[in-house]
C-alpha cells in the first residue's frame, strides 16, 4: 500500500512540475533581466547539453581514475561548502573529473573558479524524470554528492534506478524543514530513504534526518569550519581597519529588511538614542557615548548582489552618505556607510571589520553562515533567527565567539560596545580563532567516506 503510495505521490508531482515548466521557463527569463547568469545555457534545465559536450571522452573506470565525480552545489553558500571538501578529494583521488551543478547564478559564478582541465559545469536539471533522465545517461556519474539540504525526488529516483550512488554531504535540516518533510511523507520520505548515505552537520541534524528516513551513516561536522581565508584579502582588510578613524562594524550578508531595522537604529532623525539605551540595559560597563553622532564607521554587505543599488539608495534616502568597494582606488573614502557591493570578498570585510552582525538572523531568515567571521577572527552580534545553523550558533555564543540578542537596536549596541572595547574584542578575537580550529576535520572525514562508497559501487559491479 504504501509503495502505491508513494508511486502515485511522485507521479503526481512529476506531472505538477512539467505542468509548470513554462512558468518556470518566463520566471528564469524574468531573472535574467536582473542577473544575466540565469540567461546562460538555459536549455540544461531542461537535460539538453552544448554539442561541445559530446566531445569529452568520459572518464575511465576504476579506483584511480573514476567517473565523473559529481557535486551539487545549488547557491553561493554550499558551493563554498562544495570546495572545501574538492580540495580533499583531489588529494583522495588523483586525476578526477569534476561534474558540477549548481541551481543558482551566483553558484555557478563561484563554481567556475572550481573547475580544472577536464571538469564540467552545467545546471543542475529541472526534476522531471525526463530533464533528470537525461542528465544522468549524458554523464553516468560514478557518485553524486549533494550538499547540505539539496533533496529531489526524481533525482533520488533516477539515479537509483541507474545504479548511481547518491550522497546527502554536510547535511542538515531545521525544525521548520522538518515539519515540511512530514507534511509531505509521501513525497519525502521515499527521496530521503533512496539515498546511498547522509553525513550530518550535528546530531540534532542526524536526528531530524533519522525522523524523515534518511540513512545517516556519520556525523561530521561543518565543513565550512575546514575553510582557510584568503591570506590577501586578511591582510588588506587589516590594514584599512588600522587606517581607520572610527572602529568598523559590519552588517554582514544581510537580507531585505535588515538595512532598513538598522536604519530605524542609527538614521540621523533619531541619532543612536535607541543604540544608547539599550547600550545601558546590557552592557553597564561599557562608556559610549551619548551624543548624537556615528560612534563607529559601518560597513554593510548585502547577502545578494541584485540587492547593492537598493541598499545604496535606502541609506542615501535616509540622509547618509555612501561609499562603494567598488569605487575605491587604493582605500576607503570618507562615508558614513561602507558598502560591500562586491562578490567573493567575505574574508576582507570581515578581516576590515572589528565586530560584524549577523544578517539575516534579525529577520525570521534563519541566519546566515557565521563560521567564516569566525575564522577571520571577527566577533560576531547574532539576533533571533539562527535556526539554518543552530548548532554553530549555540557553539559559538558558548565559546565566546558570538553574543546573541533580542533584536537590531541591541545588537548594535552591544557591536559598538564591542568595538569601543579594545581587551575585551582582543579576549573575542582570540575566542573566535579558538573556536574554529576545535571543530576542523569535516572536510577529511567526508572525502573518505565518499572514496568508501566508490569502492563499496565498484565491487558492487565487479563482485
Known amino acids: 500500500m504504501h509503495r502505491i503510495a508513494n508511486a502515485l505521490a511522485l507521479a503526481l508531482y512529476s506531472l505538477a512540475l512539467w505542468l509548470a515548466t513554462p512558468l518556470l521557463m518566463r520566471k528564469l527569463r524574468r531573472r535574467a533581466r536582473t542577473e544575466p547568469g540565469y540567461a546562460v545555457a538555459v536549455p540544461e534545465r531542461l537535460g539538453h547539453y552544448a554539442p561541445w559536450l559530446d566531445s569529452l571522452s568520459p572518464p575511465s573506470q576504476g579506483q584511480d581514475q573514476p567517473h565523473w565525480i559529481w557535486i551539487h552545489a545549488v547557491s553561493l553558500g554550499e558551493t563554498r561548502a562544495a570546495a572545501i571538501l574538492l580540495n580533499e578529494l583531489r588529494a583522495l583521488l588523483p586525476g578526477m573529473r569534476l561534474l558540477l551543478t549548481h541551481g543558482t547564478a551566483t553558484g555557478r559564478a563561484e563554481g567556475a573558479k572550481l573547475l580544472q582541465p577536464g571538469d564540467v559545469q552545467v545546471w543542475q536539471p529541472w526534476d522531471t524524470p525526463g530533464a533528470v533522465g537525461r542528465f544522468v545517461r549524458r554523464f553516468r556519474p560514478a557518485i553524486g554528492i549533494l550538499m547540505e539540504t539539496e533533496i529531489w525526488p526524481n533525482l533520488v529516483a533516477v539515479c537509483r534506478a541507474h545504479q548511481v550512488p547518491l550522497v546527502l554531504a554536510n547535511a542538515r535540516l531545521n525544525e521548520k524543514s522538518l515539519a515540511g518533510a512530514h507534511r509531505l511523507r509521501w513525497l ?54 588600522a587606517a581607520s578613524a572610527r572602529p568598523v562594524v559590519l552588517l554582514a550578508s544581510s537580507r531585505e529588511g535588515e538595512e532598513a531595522m538598522w536604519l530605524e537604529v542609527v538614521k540621523p532623525k533619531q541619532p543612536l538614542a535607541p543604540v544608547n539605551q539599550a547600550l545601558s540595559a546590557i552592557n553597564t560597563e561599557a562608556k559610549i557615548s551619548t551624543a548624537p553622532a556615528m560612534p563607529v564607521q559601518w560597513l554593510i554587505v548585502p547577502r545578494h548582489p541584485q540587492r547593492f543599488d537598493e541598499v545604496q539608495r ?18 576607503p573614502a570618507p562615508a558614513d556607510v561602507w558598502l560591500g557591493d562586491s562578490l567573493g570578498e567575505m574574508a576582507l570585510y570581515y578581516s576590515l571589520a572589528h565586530v560584524a552582525l549577523l544578517g539575516g538572523s534579525f529577520a525570521p531568515l534563519g541566519g546566515q553562515n557565521l563560521i567564516e567571521a569566525a575564522a577571520c577572527g571577527c566577533p560576531v552580534v547574532l539576533g533571533p533567527h539562527t535556526f539554518n545553523f543552530a548548532q554553530a550558533a549555540a557553539l559559538a555564543v558558548e565559546a565566546g565567539a558570538a553574543d546573541r540578542v533580542a533584536d537590531m537596536a541591541e545588537g548594535v549596541a552591544a557591536a559598538i560596545a564591542l568595538a569601543q572595547d579594545p581587551p575585551r574584542l582582543q579576549q573575542r578575537t582570540r575566542r573566535c580563532l579558538d573556536f574554529t580550529q576545535a571543530h576542523r576535520g569535516a572536510a577529511r572525514a567526508t572525502a573518505l567516506a565518499v572514496q568508501g562508497q566508490l569502492r563499496s559501487a565498484a565491487s558492487g559491479v565487479h563482485g
Do not use: I
Request: net charge positive; proline share 6%.
Open 188 to 241: 519525502s520520505r521515499p527521496a530521503y530513504a533512496g539515498l546511498s548515505a547522509v553525513w550530518a552537520q550535528t546530531e540534532q541534524d542526524a536526528a531530524r534526518l533519522r525522523d524523515v528516513g534518511a540513512p545517516v551513516a556519520g556525523v561530521f561536522g561543518n565543513l565550512k569550519f575546514d575553510a582557510q581565508p584568503s591570506p590577501g584579502q586578511q591582510a588588506q582588510g587589516r590594514a584599512w581597519r
Open 314 to 331: 535606502l541609506c542615501q534616502q535616509a540622509g547618509l552618505s555612501v561609499s562603494c568597494r567598488s569605487q575605491w582606488a587604493g582605500a
